[in-house]
């Protein structure tokens, strides 16, 4: 019972701590933006999907799934989540909702799943009681599992057909991106218990795994869905160079390691994605990094003028990347420093735009636009 008592306390104490900070302001350049912190005290938060009440669940990478209410009050740890991999990049990750989550409850995880020769990207679903997960099952293990502690992708999104899909890095392990037999540097593209789509592009491909939707990806650690086509669009960490906004179609090869804007940390070169006319190619790079997590499309009317933009963090470059479009084309850039890593960024319910941010003591902030 102390033990139990001890963590209520922390979990208070990290509430009224968060409740209790004074808003700030930022000038960026389209205007001035105010920051609350929501909650703070959680520990390398990862993932963050919004309830159908207005409640928030939080991932934390050691492999707690938290519940933060929007007055900054944060539950204890999920029960009933899976055993991670808290290992490096590696733990509790992406969190999402099953598109008919107000009849059925369910809620889908990401991690890196330990196993015999390593560990690997998994998605587990369970159904949201309360506090408990309850009937947790792992519905999709990439494979095979090695032993580094890095690249592990790990975004998850449903489509508006109902599929889910999966990001999935290289591991550490290059080559393997270019292999179809294995789902190293893939994006999978399930059903929602974990079934393989028959339209996917390799089903009956021999030597191909069927759940592959596309290839040669190094680490992809944002994604959402376009608004109005309906599309995939992700984001990815390159190596010295070439972080990549993709919008990966159905059978393509991105490249990796064949192909990238960047350079190996060794020094050593990798043919520009312009030599290679047969393979796909970004639709936007960044030379030097921001180091590239979490995307979201802008819907609301609260930033009027961001309607239609895609919002990028970065871990990096400390802040978020907003990107105008014209289609698929990227037409200008906005930098809006918030002074920390940022992991995940998420349009809210109520227009907000939210942010949680990589740190040991890392943070759920709200974005709102300040009075000029």
Do not use: C
């Amino acid at each position: 019972m102390k033990y139990l008592a001890f963590g209520l306390g922390l979990v208070l104490a990290a509430s009224a701590q968060a409740q209790n900070q004074t808003p700030r302001h930022v000038d960026a350049p389209s205007g001035p933006i105010t920051v609350e912190t929501v909650a703070g005290g959680l520990v390398h938060p990862w993932g963050l999907e919004f309830l159908p009440d207005g409640r928030m669940l939080v991932t934390e990478r050691p492999g707690r799934l938290r519940i933060v209410s929007p007055d900054g009050t944060v539950s204890a740890p999920i029960s009933g989540t899976p055993e991670v991999f808290a290992e490096g990049q590696g733990g509790l990750l992406d969190v999402t909702l099953h598109p008919d989550f107000a009849a059925n409850q369910l809620v889908y995880l990401s991690f890196s799943e330990p196993g015999e020769g390593g560990a690997s990207t998994a998605v587990a679903r369970g159904r949201l009681d309360g506090e408990t997960l309850r009937d947790t099952e792992v519905i999709f293990s990439q494979t095979p599992k090695v032993s580094t502690n890095k690249h592990f992708g790990s975004r998850i999104v449903f489509a508006p057909d109902g599929t889910l899909y999966v990001t999935m890095g290289d591991r550490g392990q290059k080559d393997p991106a270019q292999d179809l037999s294995n789902h190293i540097g893939t994006v999978a593209r399930i059903t929602d218990d974990g079934g393989i789509p028959p339209d996917n592009p390799f089903v009956g491909v021999k030597g191909a795994l069927p759940e592959i939707w596309s290839y040669g990806h190094r680490n992809a650690q944002g994604a959402a869905i376009h608004p109005d086509t309906g599309a995939l669009w992700l984001n990815e960490h390159g190596p010295r160079g070439g972080d990549e906004i993709n919008v990966p179609e159905a059978g393509r090869n991105y490249g990796w390691p064949l192909v990238s804007w960047g350079r190996n940390y060794s020094g050593w070169p990798i043919p520009d994605p312009d030599t290679r006319p047969d393979l796909a190619s970004a639709i936007f790079q960044w030379t030097p990094v921001i180091a590239v997590s979490g995307m979201d499309f802008y819907t609301a009317d609260l930033f009027p003028n961001w309607q239609g933009n895609v919002l990028v963090g970065g871990l990096v470059s400390q802040g978020i990347v907003r990107l105008t479009l014209d289609g698929q084309t990227i037409t200008d850039e906005e930098r809006i420093a918030l002074d920390a890593r940022v992991r995940q960024v998420r349009q809210g319910p109520d227009g907000a735009v939210y942010v949680i941010t990589d740190h040991e003591d890392g943070a759920l902030l709200r974005l709102t636009p300040a009075a000029r």
